[in-house]
């Protein structure tokens, strides 16, 4: 893309897409997922300056949905009170007509934080907050850097 402004390279998050267990959600307002890194502090004898080092991450975020459906509700509502949660694994697609490429990420051994049994606000649109964690995620593809 030589000689395109950055600007012009800049991804809308219009196009990004949202999959749950290979189901489109055509319903998403924002999405977002990290992965935090954890770290253990640790005193080197003679140094002034406390160093880190690395012994793992966790992966969480939030799926920010309008209510269209219960699908939510329907994926997890028999294992809340059994105590057996389905496997859900969350593919997301990050891209742009002005870009080449994509970015796909999938998330596995998700597990929702919490269900929204219930909610409305008059004269408002109706929408529901998804907080989850991940087992772990896997980078499917990545946009090249120019």
């Known amino acids: 893309m030589a000689g395109v402004p ?6 809308r998050g219009t196009y990004g897409r949202l999959w749950v267990n290979g189901k489109r959600y055509a319903n998403v307002k924002k999405y977002e997922a990290k992965v935090k890194l954890q770290y253990e ?3 080197i004898n003679g140094e002034l300056c406390e160093q880190n080092r690395y012994i ?3 992966v969480s975020g939030t799926m920010e ?12 509502k028999d294992g809340i009170k059994s105590g057996n949660l ?3 694994k969350v593919v997301t697609k990050v891209a742009d ?3 080449e490429g994509a970015e796909r990420v999938e998330l596995y051994d998700v ?6 049994l219930s909610a409305f606000e008059n004269k408002k649109i109706t929408e529901e907050s ?4 991940a087992g772990g995620f896997k980078y499917l593809d990545l946009i090249d850097e120019e």
């Open 97 to 99: 007509p002005a870009v």
């Open 6 to 11: 950055v600007v012009n390279k800049i991804i």
């Open 111 to 116: 597990k929702f934080d919490e269900a929204t």
């Open 56 to 58: 793992g991450y966790d």
């Open 130 to 133: 998804v907080p989850f964690t």
């Open 65 to 76: 949905l309008y209510k269209i459906d219960s699908r939510i509700a329907t994926l997890y």
């Open 86 to 88: 389905p496997d859900v």
């Open 41 to 43: 502090k640790v005193d």
